[in-house]
């Protein structure tokens, strides 16, 4: 057996590629006992990474009786309503919800976005720059990796930009561990959020506009989406749209200052091309989605190589681990941005969105945001560096996503 797994030990989160490693190296998938008693299969391999999460075997409905009953509230009703979310549901709910969702996030759609992009990276450079004039310090996630993705979803969700500043104030608090907050302040955010997002409902179904919201907003006798799986949605694009992409852009940030060779490389290339590749590496070399969302087994299901998980388990699919897989990524654990490059020794596709039914359908907006704020950030500020130890920067806990919680920056 491996080691208890504590997700929450700042050890594990700031590193816990060797611990996957080990797992590896013992088979497929591997059965794990968790420091808050339970146990579940962790995946690790990325053939069968890809296997599972296209197998309707493993299941993404959560059971009746996961987790622990809690006194009523608005806070808690307000949780409730993220758990009805697609990621949540299987066929064919999931595949409705899905289609309705889809044409919001089409090519066409996503690439219009970049001119706003470029507006809105510009600006947050322009800030942070002026910030380290006035202050010689700041956290680049607080000041940049941060509000970008929160303003650039506002747009697709059509949030007024008056109303944004709020929004990024009650996701940073639901956001953030609960003792970095003051007593209640993460409850209010989540009351706050789910009355914003009912108001935001009905004022689109009373005037349309050409956003997300508004493509949604149909009367469910029609086949539309129901107000309360609105609010579900709301929910799964607000944190899935900037949770993903904020990670993205620290880890971003950070290996380009730790690689400064990668960095003067990048900064050379005028055709984009080594941007691109810088993105999509650092989508490998750094999942910001550490694992998926949990699935549980509908049968027992051998996955070959001695792994036969049993019926009724809980798996996660570590996408961290499957996209530093030695047999598929040589020098895997080595960021080297060269890789994705375009040619015929590109590096084989990363799950850094997942596979499947599930595949993150905000990937190609992800991207974009990256491609496009990483060369402007670096432009604005081309002395940037790092202003702390890159080995004792705290990473987010869990299993789910991964990213430095700060990351200071100075010039």
Same mark, same amino acid.
């Given at each position: 057996?491996?080691?208890?797994?504590?997700?929450?030990?700042?050890?594990?989160?700031?590193?816990?590629?060797?611990?996957?490693?080990?797992?590896?190296?013992?088979?497929?998938?591997?059965?794990?006992? $968790?420091?808050?008693?339970?146990?579940?299969?962790?995946?690790?391999?990325?053939?069968?990474?890809?296997?599972?999460?296209?197998?309707?075997?493993?299941?993404?409905?959560?059971?009746?009786?996961?987790?622990?009953?809690?006194?009523?509230?608005?806070?808690?009703?307000?949780? *409730?309503?993220?758990?009805?979310?697609?990621?949540?549901?299987?066929?064919?709910?999931? =595949?409705?919800?899905?289609?309705?969702?889809?044409?919001?996030?089409?090519?066409?759609?996503?690439?219009?976005?970049?001119?706003?992009?470029?507006?809105?990276?510009?600006?947050?450079?322009?800030?942070?720059? *002026?910030?380290?004039?006035?202050?010689?310090?700041?956290?680049?996630?607080?000041?940049?990796?941060?509000?970008?993705?929160?303003?650039?979803?506002?747009?697709?969700?059509?949030?007024?930009?008056?109303?944004?500043?709020?929004?990024?104030?009650?996701?940073?608090?639901?956001?953030?561990?609960?003792?970095?907050?003051?007593?209640?302040?993460?409850?209010?955010?989540?009351?706050?959020?789910?009355?914003?997002?009912?108001?935001?409902?009905?004022?689109?179904?009373?005037?349309?506009?050409?956003?997300?919201?508004?493509?949604?907003?149909?009367? *469910?006798?029609?086949?539309?989406?129901?107000?309360?799986?609105? $609010?579900?949605?709301?929910?799964?694009?607000?944190?899935?749209?900037?949770? =993903?992409?904020?990670?993205?852009?620290?880890?971003?940030?950070?290996?380009?200052?730790?690689?400064?060779?990668?960095?003067?490389?990048?900064?050379?290339? =005028?055709?984009?091309?080594?941007?691109?590749?810088?993105?999509?590496?650092?989508?490998?070399?750094?999942?910001?989605?550490?694992?998926?969302?949990?699935?549980?087994?509908?049968?027992?299901?051998?996955?070959?190589?001695?792994?036969?998980?049993?019926?009724?388990?809980?798996?996660?699919?570590?996408?961290?681990?499957?996209?530093?897989?030695?047999?598929?990524?040589?020098?895997?654990?080595?960021?080297?941005?060269?890789?994705?490059?375009?040619?015929?020794?590109?590096?084989?596709?990363?799950?850094?969105?997942?596979?499947?039914?599930?595949?993150?359908?905000?990937?190609? $907006?992800?991207?974009?945001?990256?491609?496009?704020?990483?060369?402007?950030?670096?432009?604005?500020?081309?002395?940037?560096?790092?202003? *702390?130890?890159?080995?004792?920067?705290?990473?987010?806990?869990?299993?789910?996503?991964?990213?430095?919680?700060?990351?200071?920056?100075?010039?």
């Amino acid at each position: 057996m491996a080691d208890l797994l504590n997700p929450a030990d700042p050890a594990f989160a700031r590193d816990p590629y060797p611990y996957y490693a080990r797992l590896r190296a013992r088979g497929p998938a591997a059965r794990v006992d $968790l420091a808050n008693g339970t146990h579940a299969w962790l995946v690790t391999g990325y053939r069968e990474a890809r296997a599972v999460l296209a197998d309707p075997r493993f299941s993404n409905v959560p059971p009746k009786a996961a987790g622990r009953p809690r006194p009523d509230s608005p806070a808690r009703r307000a949780q *409730a309503c993220l758990a009805r979310h697609m990621l949540n549901s299987d066929a064919p709910d999931h =595949t409705r919800l899905r289609r309705l969702t889809a044409a919001a996030f089409t090519p066409r759609r996503v690439d219009a976005l970049r001119p706003r992009i470029a507006r809105l990276a510009a600006g947050l450079a322009g800030d942070l720059a *002026a910030r380290l004039e006035r202050d010689g310090s700041a956290d680049l996630v607080d000041a940049f990796a941060f509000p970008l993705p929160v303003l650039v979803i506002g747009e697709v969700l059509g949030v007024p930009e008056a109303d944004r500043a709020d929004l990024r104030e009650w996701t940073y608090r639901v956001g953030s561990p609960a003792d970095a907050l003051a007593p209640g302040a993460m409850d209010a955010a989540w009351t706050a959020l789910h009355a914003y997002f009912t108001a935001l409902i009905a004022d689109k179904r009373r005037a349309p506009g050409d956003d997300l919201f508004s493509s949604l907003v149909h009367d *469910a006798r029609e086949g539309g989406l129901t107000d309360g799986e609105l $609010l579900a949605m709301a929910f799964l694009l607000l944190f899935a749209g900037y949770e =993903t992409t904020m990670n993205l852009l620290a880890s971003a940030v950070l290996l380009l200052l730790t690689h400064p060779g990668e960095l003067s490389t990048a900064r050379r290339d =005028t055709g984009g091309r080594r941007w691109d590749a810088v993105a999509e590496e650092a989508l490998r070399h750094a999942s910001p989605l550490e694992g998926t969302t949990w699935r549980r087994t509908t049968e027992e299901v051998d996955l070959g190589g001695g792994a036969v998980i049993p019926a009724g388990s809980s798996v996660l699919v570590v996408l961290a681990a499957a996209n530093r897989d030695p047999g598929r990524f040589p020098e895997p654990d080595a960021f080297r941005p060269g890789r994705y490059l375009p040619g015929p020794e590109r590096a084989a596709a990363h799950v850094a969105f997942g596979h499947g039914p599930h595949f993150c359908l905000g990937a190609r $907006l992800a991207r974009l945001e990256a491609a496009v704020a990483l060369p402007l950030l670096f432009d604005a500020l081309p002395g940037l560096r790092l202003a *702390a130890d890159p080995g004792l920067l705290p990473y987010r806990p869990g299993l789910l996503v991964r990213g430095p919680r700060e990351l200071p920056v100075t010039r």
